[in-house]
């Protein structure tokens, strides 16, 4: 890394020139006209206007590059010398206000898109007292000064000898010299006073000069730095405020890759890949929309990692071969061949993911407890392959699901916990020991009283485990909720005893809102339930549905709640009740007992 000072003059004609371009992977220039006469102000001033990064081209971190906005089109021709890293945004607007022969497309304080000339006003630039960023002017494309909501034109800039009567220099001309020369010639001609004479040097000297002589400090990368160390600089220095994605960096990379291109018929765009790959996996199952690019990356990465280990210690045993991993330096370091190659089988795979997640009852992005634990399961059904779906190994994926659901365990940052359960979880069902997600995972019978909302991967996970072992809706009935009914029937968390309820008897009991008091009920039967007291709903339900008590309490009872006590009204015995119901679905699920207020036996 180099630190070294760089005229504005050299760094922008290098920008035209194409020796300094853009890495594919930053951001749209998007600077409005207020910040562009700022910045403008600065530089003419002579004032710091901060670093600027490069990383010098033609290392093993290649990327496909572009020209920066407003350049001519010979400069995307040229190959670059340096990628800009950080200052798009600054150097954008200087090359555009103070280079390039065409107005500066930008935006006004509304977000709309204006094109701007960039004007100085000699009189307030040579004015001590004066504030430079008003001496700064921005004038329309067509080069008019208008009043009078645009009726009346008061300056017409399309002249040199307009300009100069306005008072007002060109910034776009000022490293021409032949340009300067020939203005000067005339702006000096232009009052009869000769005051202009005197004028002129002290313009030149307070702004020409200043912007002639400004110098821009330059970090320079070397062209071996790595590409998790360019991701990691981008994302600390960037200017801009906008953190650079794993995934749009290796999409640039991928599209820089000119060894597999050598090899391969056609160019590849990961990301128009991920996309045909997202639209395929969310026209299966609806919870698969909750999938970002990074997971299916991840993904891949971890079946690649697993691969190339397994490989290596085939080769020689007892040797220290690479972890598998899906952080990000794995997934910078994933090869195009290898993505490849590996797409469509961890497409396919996380297809079956969709499928699994039906089996669970998962049916709904909304219910769905842990997106990145679906990472895990894509990679392994990769590994496994049609193994899976053996009835003994499928009951061990179960069960791993939902150990890592109840247990909470897939929360938070989860880069360690993926590549430990890939290769846990393949060696189990393969006869090995529980992998740690099965054995640490536990559940507390505390936890009932706190799960509230769906922020919680474990509510959610009791509210699919009810629909999974079968419960019917108390105003539909003739059949137990399935993905069909819950697609027409608006099938939802639903309270049993009603907050008015609560409301009306005076009592506050923070375990209102537990899912102990929800199950999974239509919109149908919840607008019958109301604000009524449990009797009171079910002697509802069971007239307008006619099947009567002794059937609609049937109903009640596929939900795991007593109706008696529901009918009764007693919610603390209501509540004791069912939530020793909820911890046997929880054990049964987890193949564990969950830890018990009366502290009993584990099984």
Known sequence: MALDNKTLELLLKQVASGEVQLPEFQRAWKWDDDRIKSLLATVTMDYPMGVVMTLQNGGPSKFRSRALHGTPPSAAEQEPEYLLLDGQQRLTSLYQALLADRPVDTLDARGKEIQRWYYIDIGKAIDPSADREEAIVSVPADRRLREDFGRKITHDLTTVEGECTADLFPLNITFDNAKVANWQKVFVQARKDDANWDRWPKFKEVVLDRIAKYQVPMISLGKDTDKVAVCQVFEKVNTGGVSLNVFELLTATYAGDWEYYKVAEEDFDLAADWKRIRTELTERSEPLEALV?????????????????????????GSNPPAVGCKRRDLLNLPLSEYRRLAPLVTEAFGWVGRFLRDQFVFEGKNLPYRTQLVALAAIRTILGEDADKPDIYEKLVRWYWCGVLGELYGGT??????????????WVAGGEEPATVAEATFHEQRLATLTTRNSAAYKGIYVLLLRQGCYDWYYAERPIDFEAVASRDIDIRMIFPKAWFERSGTKDSRMMSIVNKTALSYQTNQR??????RAYLDVLARETGVGAVWLDDRVETHLINPRLLRSGDFDAFYRDRAARLLDLVDAAMGKRSVRLDAGPDF
């Open 529 to 534: 339930m109301g604000s009524r007291a449990p």
């Open 414 to 427: 989860v880069e360690s916990r993926l590549p430990r359960d890939v290769e846990q979880v393949v060696a």
């Open 293 to 317: 690019n990074i997971d299916f990356l991840q993904a891949v990465s971890l079946v690649f990692t697993y691969s190339r280990r397994r490989a290596r210690l085939a080769e020689a045993p």
